[in-house]
């Protein structure tokens, strides 16, 4: 069975650029995050999809940052400009909705984007 | 604002011996706790969880056990084999969805 694609799996790019990340959730999943992990801050949660509504963009950390769920087997996180700060690597998770309230996420397997 | 804390950056153990991982955490109203497992350049898998209102949950070699009083959670590896070689983040949900991660502890099984 295949898990959660996510591509690119890195990036490299320059301050200014448009970067867009993509994700295909699991099939059947109707629950999707995408999740930042750096460093300084560990693994943190941008965005929350329920039904390919965003629920909670709470974490998104600012207007660079725009993430969309056309369908139910797609996903992208964009950020526009880019900056050396949003060198990270983001995941993409998709769940079942009683996966999402017991923690139980199937994660991608990142992309790793560096802005120089 | 850090709820879920694993204060052990790393642990080494001998294949064939217990590795105890350790997680504490803030905030009362966590509703499941769980661990996951991640090798480099792979994403988290979900390894084991457990209810808030358990104090063990065992699956195989895993086991893990909550003191709510305590506000404190234990992963168990018996025994430690090479694969178990990974990053073990401890989690907790809140709010139906909510996912806080610690922040990892490198486990290395020595042959």
């Known amino acids: 069975d295949a898990g959660v694609i996510q591509s690119p799996r890195h990036e490299v790019t320059e301050m200014g650029q448009e970067v867009t990340l993509r994700c295909k959730p699991i099939s059947g999943h109707n629950s999707l995050f995408w999740y930042r992990q750096t460093m300084m801050r560990g693994l943190e949660l941008l965005i929350y999809f329920n039904n390919n509504v965003p629920i909670d963009d709470s974490g998104m950390p600012e207007d660079r940052f725009s993430a969309k769920m056309p369908n139910a087997s797609f996903s992208t996180l964009k950020i526009q400009p880019s900056e050396p700060r949003d060198s990270a690597v983001y995941f993409c998770?998709?769940?079942?909705?009683?996966?999402?309230?017991?923690?139980?996420?199937?994660f991608g397997e990142g992309s790793r984007l560096t802005v120089l | 604002d850090q709820q879920v804390k694993q204060n052990s950056p790393s642990l080494s153990v001998q294949e064939g011996r217990i590795s105890i991982l350790n997680c504490d955490y803030t905030n009362s109203m966590f509703d499941y706790f769980l661990w996951y497992k991640k090798y480099p350049a792979e994403g988290p898998t979900f390894l084991i969880s457990i209810s808030s209102i358990k104090d063990k949950n065992e699956d195989g070699r895993f086991t893990v056990f909550l003191n709510k009083s305590a506000k404190h959670l234990s992963l168990h590896i018996v025994p430690s084999q090479p694969g178990d070689s990974a990053v073990y983040f401890c989690?907790?949900?809140?709010?139906?969805?909510?996912?806080?991660f610690g922040a990892g502890t490198t486990v290395t099984v020595r042959a």
């Open positions: 989690a907790a949900v809140v709010n139906d969805y909510k996912l806080s």
């Open positions: 998770a998709s769940s079942t909705y009683i996966g999402a309230n017991t923690g139980e996420l199937f």
